[in-house]
């Protein structure tokens, strides 16, 4: 089964990584056109939050 990992960037997407590679960067801010993925908006919206690791999957 492989290792699934979300990263939570501080005031920046979820990505996440599957067996040690980024699979997908996900919207965190919402405010992104591509929603559920991230489009960079966050940046430009100053979204502000913490880092944060989740492990789903190992």
């Keep these: 089964m492989p290792r699934v990992v979300v990263k939570s960037q501080q005031n920046g997407p979820n990505l996440v990584?599957?067996?040690?590679?980024?699979s997908t960067?996900?919207?965190?801010?919402?405010?992104?056109?591509g929603k559920p993925y991230c489009d960079g908006t966050h940046a430009k919206v100053e979204f502000k939050a913490p880092a944060h690791e989740t492990v789903?999957?190992?």
């Design 56 to 58: 789903i999957l190992e």
């Design 17 to 22: 990584f599957v067996d040690g590679k980024v």
């Design 25 to 33: 960067a996900l919207c965190r801010c919402g405010h992104s056109a």
